[in-house]
């Protein structure tokens, strides 16, 4: 049992600063004003639903893609590397608010012709939360996890599925408290707790690049 609380508090190491709650919180804020409680709540629980089911998707499916494309493990960990520091240099060093983003744009301009569109999968679900990097994340854990841990194999099946139900989990409070988590840290401590995760996916998408490096150098030799 041990084992299995190791591995989901790993899972969810590496992911939370990839899905940043509290950006999405801000989005959310910025895009259901006119929205009632009911409404919010509503969306809030299908956000975090269509978050379970991209990461499910891509943990289990990613790797079919992988094959069907012939991207190799090292080359995957590279350009995943690279996604994961773009991000977060973007979020270090910010040009827009998430509430100024296109997808955010686009959707606000819907909710205005539309009262009634839908916002839980874009963008509060697909970039703000499971975006290109958690995905690029998700798959490259699935292809180390597929060539070897040090986790039993019941933990290896068990783990993934829990680790994602509750990153969705927090998402959903966090929707759904949104309006006392502003008030609480403010905009400018969302901000600030941003950058810290900004900084550590900077940290995180370097070490993924110099570990397909390696792999490349260790598999392929120089003659």
């Known amino acids: 049992m041990m084992e299995l609380v190791k591995a989901i508090g790993l899972g969810l190491v590496v992911l939370l600063p990839l899905a940043n709650p509290l950006t999405t919180v801000a989005l959310f804020l910025g895009l259901a004003g006119d929205m009632n409680k009911k409404a919010r709540d509503k969306t809030a629980l299908m956000a975090s639903i269509n978050v379970f089911i991209i990461m499910m998707v891509a943990y289990y499916a990613g790797q079919v893609v992988m094959n069907t494309f012939g991207i190799s493990i090292p080359g995957l960990r590279i350009a995943g590397g690279l996604i994961v520091a773009f991000i977060g240099f973007r979020m270090l060093f910010p040009q827009q608010k998430a509430h100024e983003s296109p997808e955010a744009h686009s959707k606000a301009e819907e909710l205005e012709q539309e009262p009634d569109t839908n916002i839980a999968f874009v963008p509060l679900a697909m970039p703000s939360t499971a ?35 509750l990153v969705g989990l927090i998402l959903w409070g966090s929707l759904r408290s949104s309006g006392a988590i502003m008030r609480l840290v403010g905009k400018s401590g969302i901000e600030a707790i941003s950058r810290l995760m900004g900084f550590l996916l900077v940290c995180m998408g370097v070490q993924f690049i110099i570990n397909g490096i390696l792999e490349i150098v260790t598999h392929f030799p120089a003659n």
Do not use: D, Q, R
Not at 142 to 156: L, R
């Open 131 to 165: 975006g290109p990097g958690t995905i690029a994340m998700i798959i490259s854990s699935s292809s180390t996890v597929e060539h070897g841990v040090n986790f039993s194999n019941w933990v290896v099946l068990v783990a993934p599925p829990l680790i994602f139900a």
